[in-house]
């Protein structure tokens, strides 16, 4: 964890201004780091950017692009250019869409599905093996918390 004098306080109204803040900077920064080491144990050869946009469209498929970019939060050149390294990987398939030609769809190839799914594999056992020293205790602690992070992260942002 981070050292408490390193941590900024930030004041967030209505709460205990210092606490607050240092649980959202010690969250953001331990949050960080696993998802850079999960990365780390994951398949090679395929950037963030691509692997994120493989996840979108295996969930939203078919995904049209401009679907596919606010899903991505992206702006569409982007989205074009990430689309268009994937196609060439044969990680997705472009589609026409019958009743409107100026729209495409994309999906995942059989290719796709099992980069993602060796991925998966991969970054669950890293994490599973570093699980195995935890006591049971702390296991049941991570439980609730990713309960906890699940419902935070379904509440919608404030505007």
Do not use: C, F, N
Request: proline share 4%.
């Amino acid at each position: 964890m981070t050292s408490r004098a390193a941590t900024p306080t930030i004041p967030i109204a209505g709460h205990g201004e210092s606490d607050l803040g240092r649980l959202a900077a010690d969250l953001r920064l331990v949050v960080g780091r696993l998802s850079r080491r999960l990365r780390q144990h994951g398949e090679s050869g395929v950037t963030a950017s691509l692997l994120s946009a493989l996840w979108a469209i295996e969930r939203l498929q078919p995904v049209a692009l401009g679907d596919l970019a606010d899903a991505e939060r992206v702006q569409p050149p982007t989205l074009t250019r990430i689309v268009g390294k994937l196609e060439e990987k044969r990680l997705v398939v472009r589609e026409g869409e019958p009743t409107d030609r100026r729209v495409s769809r994309v999906r995942l190839t059989a290719d796709g599905h099992r980069l993602l799914d060796r991925t998966r594999s991969l970054r669950t056992a890293y994490l599973a093996r570093r699980l195995r020293s935890v006591t049971s205790r702390d296991r049941q602690v991570l439980r609730s918390a990713v309960e906890i992070l699940t419902r935070v992260l379904e509440e919608s942002d404030p505007a």
